[in-house]
T-cell receptor, first 116, second 108 residues
Framework: DTGVSQDPRHKITKRGQNVTFRCDPI?????LYWYRQTLGQGPEFLTY????????KSRLLSDRFSAERPKGSFSTLEIQRTEQGDSAMYLC??????????????FGPGTRLTVT | RKEVEQDPGPFNVPEGATVAFNCTYS??????FFWYRQDCRKEPKLLMS???SGNEDGRFTAQLNRASQYISLLIRDSKLSDSATYLC?????????FGAGTTVTVRA
């Protein structure tokens, strides 16, 4: 257990439904990342927050995706009108930014999304 | 071209064997390099950072060749518990880029 928690751990939804995932980072970590991982691939960067500010979004993050970190603590990732191609593991990671170039990202256990 | 490319394996080796594999990265300005380990259906965890001079952590040795833009990992005296997917990771500014992973299976 790295100290980063994610909820739910598994989500099955029908195509067209909206889903929301939550990530609780390690409390003193000011930077939070979202990644998506599909079978046989490494995690792919989606977006990241420095405190409550969303500083970067990947081109992978279509208009159907939105992420928030309202008080600089937990974060949510919402997918609207889900598609089968959204089926993946969604990983959250946190770090203390400014710890140098070798600072380690701590990953949560992930939310596995299946869109039927 | 992917930013980080790895030999996917799988590498199937007996206990006690040595196994080594590489990855290449495309951005010559990349700043930091890591190997992460990921067990089946689990989250990635940092195995070790990779330094320019090469470094060891117990049975694991990592090498970085900036001129050729490749990173290697060598595992000596393989244990059953080393069975996992090893992810090559490159950091640029704030962002980590992951390879697709190299699968290693150590058999008894």
């Amino acid at each position: 257990d790295t100290g980063v928690s994610q909820d739910p751990r598994h989500k099955i939804t029908k195509r067209g439904q909206n889903v929301t995932f939550r990530c609780d980072p390690i409390s003193e970590h000011n930077r939070l990342y979202w990644y998506r991982q599909t079978l046989g691939q490494g995690p792919e960067f989606l977006t990241y927050f420095q405190n409550e500010a969303q500083l970067e979004k990947s081109r992978l993050l279509s208009d159907r995706f939105s992420a928030e970190r309202p008080k600089g603590s937990f974060s949510t990732l919402e997918i609207q009108r889900t598609e089968q191609g959204d089926s993946a593991m969604y990983l959250c990671a946190s770090i203390v930014a400014g710890g140098g170039t070798l600072d380690e990202q701590y990953f949560g256990p992930g939310t596995r999304l299946t869109v039927t | 071209r992917k930013e980080v490319e790895q030999d996917p394996g799988p590498f199937n080796v007996p206990e006690g064997a040595t196994v080594a594999f590489n990855c290449t990265y495309s951005n010559s300005a990349s700043q930091s390099f890591f190997w992460y380990r990921q067990d089946c259906r689990k989250e990635p965890k940092l195995l070790m950072s990779v330094y320019s001079s090469g470094n060891e952590d117990g049975r694991f040795t990592a090498q970085l060749n900036r001129a050729s833009q490749y990173i290697s990992l060598l595992i000596r005296d393989s244990k059953l518990s080393d069975s996992a997917t090893y992810l090559c990771v490159v950091k640029n500014d704030y962002k980590l880029s992951f390879g697709a992973g190299t699968t290693v299976t150590v058999r008894a």
